[in-house]
C-alpha cells in the first residue's frame, strides 16, 4: 500500500512531473493520442468530442503533459482552453475540460515563469 500523502505533497508531485514532462505536440500526435486513449471504447461520450476539440485547434500550438499520478494533459495556450484523461488498465476511466486556474498555471510554465 503506497504511504499517506498530504494533498499539499499530492498537488506538489503533479506539478513537479507538469514541469518535467511538459512538451509542444503535433495535432498528427494528438489524433494519434486520442486514438490510443478511445480504443478500448471508440464509441465512449467523449470520444467525438475529443476530436472535435483537437480539429478546432489544428492551427494553434499544443502542449502535453502528465501528472505523477497519471493525468494526462493537452492544452493550447493561445486560446486558454485544456482537456485531461486518465487510463486505466488501457481504458479511459476519466476525461474533462482543465479549469481556467490550471490552464493560467500551465501557460505560465510553458512561457517559462
Request: proline content about 4%; overall charge neutral; glycine content about 8%.
Amino acid at each position: 500500500m503506497e504511504p499517506y500523502r498530504t494533498f499539499d505533497e499530492i498537488l506538489t508531485a503533479r506539478l513537479k512531473a507538469v514541469k518535467e514532462s511538459l512538451r509542444p505536440a503535433t495535432a498528427e500526435e494528438l489524433h494519434k493520442l486520442l486514438g490510443e486513449i478511445f480504443a478500448a471504447d471508440p464509441l465512449h461520450p467523449w470520444m467525438e468530442s475529443a476530436n472535435h476539440f483537437v480539429k478546432e485547434h489544428g492551427d494553434e500550438a499544443a502542449y502535453r503533459a502528465e501528472t505523477s499520478d497519471g493525468v494526462g494533459l493537452v492544452f493550447y495556450p493561445r486560446t486558454g482552453r485544456g482537456m485531461w484523461y486518465m487510463l486505466k488498465d488501457k481504458k479511459v476511466s476519466g476525461v474533462g475540460i482543465i479549469s481556467e486556474k490550471n490552464i493560467k498555471r500551465l501557460t505560465q510554465l510553458v512561457a517559462g515563469s
